[in-house]
């Protein structure tokens, strides 16, 4: 494949690690397999696109499984300039001290910019993607988004109006990319939907989905919960509404009494306008010293999460994908997710026990279940075990391979 540029404008400085940095981190490292790749960031003030910096202060991209510092170029050199009286400039500057890094300079400065594809992987405002999109098509980029989810769209009382806004703001200016990848049959139905609601010309959707492989670690060879000693129930799941861990919550706290040494340990950082949901799992934390919240992990931390889980829960409401059921899956925990959408057709299978996660005392019995029944306990493990996960390499050739067609 030709040479790509992948905008990582906000993973390549932010400590985060949920999904849609999970996915960015993990597909750029495999991109590397293909061929040669820019990492790029939008600075908005100044309408361009620049080479990420792996030596900026705030420079946080190889974390949590993204590339390696080594593997993106930062020094660049007079020939790339795309005129010779750029070059004279390169040269003075670099004798008094500044552009010492390629991340100084605007990506138009080189001459190896057109007729290439530029990836945005990241969720944007709508104003940055109209920007986006537009350098592109004036620098003979094509385009190519990922799309999660149209949940701010479809759901908006879960969030405030000003996120409702602003989705459906980016995903009008998303429409103007060549192709979207949605990141599920789901997302691709939903983008769909809002083009036609919208009367907007559908871009091509080409859904390739996320993968189940926990990123660079192979399966656990043992499927145990210790003969019955891990009493750990893990939820992995940014604090916000959606996410219901209000009845979660609930549903735990009905059980307590049954099985006194069960925790329910929560990860996940608070999401932007999650603050009503903080104040509910620290409240609770105050109630029942047997739940945990650990804010955001590593993927170390979170691998060992999911090692020292007996089974996991994932009940959102609403999901683009739902990435923590396949990696709960991976690691041959069982996992208690929705009977609706995306989640129940990930759920199929096998491994996973599906429930209303609208209802507090069906989550509470398919809990006390898992915790009680060793049998069905045994079965979802070795559900779990014989289900054949896709890999990130496996993913990100399938993008490339969409794009070369």
């Known amino acids: 494949m030709n040479r790509t540029y992948i905008s990582v404008t906000h993973t390549s400085t932010t400590l985060s690690n949920s999904g849609i940095q999970r996915v960015v981190r993990n597909l750029s490292r495999e991109w590397l397999n293909f061929g040669s790749c820019e990492f790029i960031h939008w600075n908005h003030k100044n309408n361009n696109f620049y080479p990420v910096d792996p030596f900026h202060k705030n420079y946080k991209f190889n974390e949590y499984g ?26 003075f ?3 008094i001290g500044k552009y010492k890094k390629r991340g100084k300079v605007p990506l138009k400065s080189f001459k190896s910019i057109d007729k290439k594809w530029l990836i945005l992987p990241e969720l944007m405002t709508g104003e940055v993607t109209k920007n986006c999109i537009q350098f592109a098509k004036n620098h003979g980029f094509k385009t190519a988004a990922l799309f999660y989810d149209a949940i701010p769209i479809e759901y908006p009382s879960w969030v405030n109006e000003q996120i409702r806004i602003n989705h459906a703001d980016y995903m009008k200016h998303l429409s103007d ?17 809002f083009c036609i609601h919208e009367g907007l010309k559908c871009p091509k959707l080409s859904p390739v989905l996320l993968p189940g492989e926990f990123p660079n670690n192979e399966p656990p060879k043992s499927y145990s919960d210790n003969n019955g000693k891990i009493k750990n129930i893990l939820m992995v799941a940014s604090l916000e509404a959606r996410k219901n861990h209000e009845r979660v919550i609930y549903a735990f706290n ?3 009494e049954k099985h006194p040494d069960t925790k329910l340990q929560l990860v996940g950082s608070a999401y932007k306008g999650g603050d009503s949901v903080k104040a509910l799992v620290n409240s609770a934390i105050q109630r029942n ?22 089974f996991t829960i994932f009940p959102s409401m609403a999901e683009g994908f739902g990435l923590p059921i396949l990696e709960s899956l991976f690691y041959g925990k069982p996992c208690i ?8 057709e990930l759920a ?23 915790l009680s029944d060793p049998s069905l306990y045994k079965r979802l493990i070795g559900e779990a075990k014989k289900r054949i996960y896709k890999t990130w390499y496996e993913y990100t050739s399938e993008i490339i391979a969409t794009l070369d067609n």
């Open 177 to 193: 990319c060549d192709i979207i990848l949605p990141i599920s049959i789901s997302s691709s139905e939903a983008f769909s939907n």
């Open 337 to 344: 997710t929705s009977d609706q959408s995306v989640m129940a």
């Open 93 to 95: 500057l670099r004798i």
């Open 66 to 91: 993204g590339p390696p510092i080594e593997s993106v170029m930062t020094d660049w050199k007079q020939s790339e300039i795309n005129s010779q009286l750029k070059a004279y400039l390169y040269t």
């Open 348 to 370: 199929k299978d096998g491994g996973c026990l599906t429930a209303d996660v609208f209802s507090i005392d069906n989550l509470s019995e398919k809990m006390d279940r898992l």
């Open 289 to 310: 010293k047997n739940i945990i919240w650990h804010g955001r992990a590593s993927d170390n931390e979170l691998k060992s999460f999911y090692q020292s889980a007996k």
């Open 254 to 256: 009905k059980i307590s």
